[in-house]
């Protein structure tokens, strides 16, 4: 079975750009997060997206959204770039909100502000 | 390529021997526990988990211990192998709330031959 799906893998972007990441959670997995990950660092929670409604949000600007689409799919949408945006950005999926089953990661896209 | 955890604390290991990777989680209130590998380039892999109701639990090669009392969670890797070379995190989380995962600051585990 496919593990979570990310794309594209790798994105650079000038400052001020707008960008949209895409993910493709485990099939049967209802649940959605998105995460940055810094280099050096652990990832840091961004957003949760359940049955296609927000359940969640990290301490990040208004400038990053998200949504879930009927068919659990799910695309981050960062505006006005920052060079400190840089960073890995990492989709997980799990079964549910709530249920102690572990989230299953994608290996990320990897975006680039020049 | 590029590595995850260039500045992390590192855990140097000969092969064979055992690994013991410690964590310090935040919230009293957390009650799902869970330790994921990391290696460069790729995304956190799942290694196992433990939920607050319990103290020890283990896998292949794997164990997970839980202290709640001092917030102290540890993953010991038995016989490491080079393959287990990564970045090691271990994340907390409150199933009741927004599901969302706090991750630790990662060990790197080094396998020297």
């Known amino acids: 079975d496919a593990g979570v799906t990310q794309s594209p893998t790798h994105l650079i972007k000038t400052r001020g750009q707008q960008v949209t990441l895409r993910c493709s959670p485990i099939?049967?997995?209802?649940?959605v997060s998105w995460y940055q990950q810094v280099l050096g660092q652990g990832p840091q929670f961004i957003f949760q997206?359940?049955?296609?409604?927000?359940?969640g949000r990290g301490n990040f600007p208004d400038r990053f959204s998200a949504r879930q689409f009927p068919n659990y799919s799910s695309e981050l949408n960062v505006n006005a770039l920052l060079l400190g945006d840089s960073a890995l950005y990492l989709c997980?999926?799990?079964?549910?909100?709530?249920?102690?089953?572990?989230?299953?990661f994608g290996d990320g896209t990897r975006l680039s502000i020049l | 390529g590029e590595s995850v955890g260039l500045h992390l604390p590192t855990l140097s290991v000969q092969e064979g021997d055992n690994s013991i990777i410690n964590c310090a989680y935040s919230?009293?209130?957390?009650?799902?526990f869970i330790w994921y590998k990391q290696e460069s380039g790729k995304g956190p892999q799942f290694i196992i988990d433990?939920?607050?109701?319990?103290d020890k639990r283990q896998g292949q090669r794997v164990t997970v211990l839980l202290n709640k009392t001092v917030k102290h969670l540890s993953l010991q890797i038995a016989a490491t192998q080079p393959g287990d070379s990564a970045v090691y995190f271990c994340?907390?989380?409150?199933?009741?709330?927004?599901?969302?995962?706090?991750f630790g600051t990662g060990t790197r585990l080094k396998v020297l031959a």
């Open positions: 997980a999926s799990s079964l549910g909100q709530g249920v102690n089953q572990p989230q299953h």
């Open positions: 099939s049967g997995h209802k649940s």
């Open positions: 997206y359940y049955e296609k409604e927000e359940r």
């Open positions: 919230n009293s209130a957390s009650d799902y």
């Open positions: 433990i939920r607050s109701n319990m």
């Open positions: 994340a907390e989380t409150f199933t009741s709330g927004t599901y969302k995962y706090i």
